[in-house]
């Protein structure tokens, strides 16, 4: 059964950064379109950005844009978010999940759509002095 495993949360200053990975194994995620998202205490789950299949774009929601990055390692079959000048509102739990894909472009409203037994755990994010 497809599940995304997430790493490398973390209790984090404003200001500062994270590095989160997402892995799937037995399954090639180089071949997967994949999304990020993430569910802050008593709200529903947000996007927060998606890479399409290797060699594809990047899409970024409005609070990600300019601050964090998405990108995979071929070679590691792993997906990375990158979180740059992070600040309270980041708070949540972060989830990757993704779908065979060979379109160049990812789409967070399909990602969003995915099977809830894909998520798996998240990780949490902590943004707070």
């Known amino acids: 059964q497809l599940q995304f495993v997430v790493s490398g949360g973390g209790l984090v200053q404003p200001g500062g950064s994270l590095r989160l990975a997402c892995a799937a194994s037995g399954f090639n995620l180089n071949e997967y379109a994949i999304g990020w998202f993430r569910q802050a205490p008593g709200k529903g789950r947000e996007g927060v950005g998606c890479?399409?299949?290797?060699?594809?774009?990047?899409r970024y929601e409005d609070s990600a844009k300019g601050r964090f990055t998405i990108s995979r390692d071929s070679a590691k079959n792993t997906v990375y978010l990158q979180m740059n000048s992070l600040n309270p509102g980041d708070t949540g739990r972060y989830y990757c999940?993704?779908?065979?894909?060979?379109?160049?472009?990812?789409?967070?409203?399909?990602?969003?759509?995915?099977?809830?037994?894909?998520w798996g755990q998240g990780t949490q994010v902590t943004v707070s002095a």
């Open positions: 999940g993704g779908e065979e894909s060979i379109d160049p472009n990812c789409y967070m409203d399909v990602l969003a759509g995915l099977a809830n037994g894909q």
């Open positions: 890479i399409a299949s290797e060699g594809g774009n990047t």
